[in-house]
């Protein structure tokens, strides 16, 4: 699957699970690591944890590999890691302080129309 069509595919599942603040950075002009960063939050830790699980299990259903998922068990931040693409899920008192988003400021914003964005 093609980066732009498992940006969409996460965005999509992160909808479903009614994720807040949904923001997705274009990072392939900034960084080799990867090629889009999908930021979102959720109101509570159990709510991120669920955001976190839609995002893998619809991934894992279109045969996309999962590197690596980071928190859970009421964390207040959990990434997923597809290589590709890597998602941030956080509290939004989390999202404040780490503030991610600042680190790419200039990078193009592949966000528009996202629902969930406003």
Known sequence: MQAEQLKDLIVNALEDVKAKDISVVDVRDRTS????????????????????D????????????IGSVEGGGGSDWILVD?????????LP??????????????APDADAG?????
């Open 54 to 65: 839609s995002v893998v299990v619809d991934a894992k259903e279109q045969g996309v590999s």
């Open 82 to 90: 597809m290589g590709d693409v890597v998602v941030h899920v956080m």
């Open 114 to 118: 996202v629902a969930g964005s406003e």
């Open 33 to 52: 690591v990867t090629d889009f960063m999908v930021l979102a939050s959720g109101t509570s830790s159990r709510h991120i944890k669920s955001l976190a």
């Open 93 to 106: 008192a989390a999202r404040e302080f780490y503030d991610l988003e600042r680190f790419w400021r200039d």
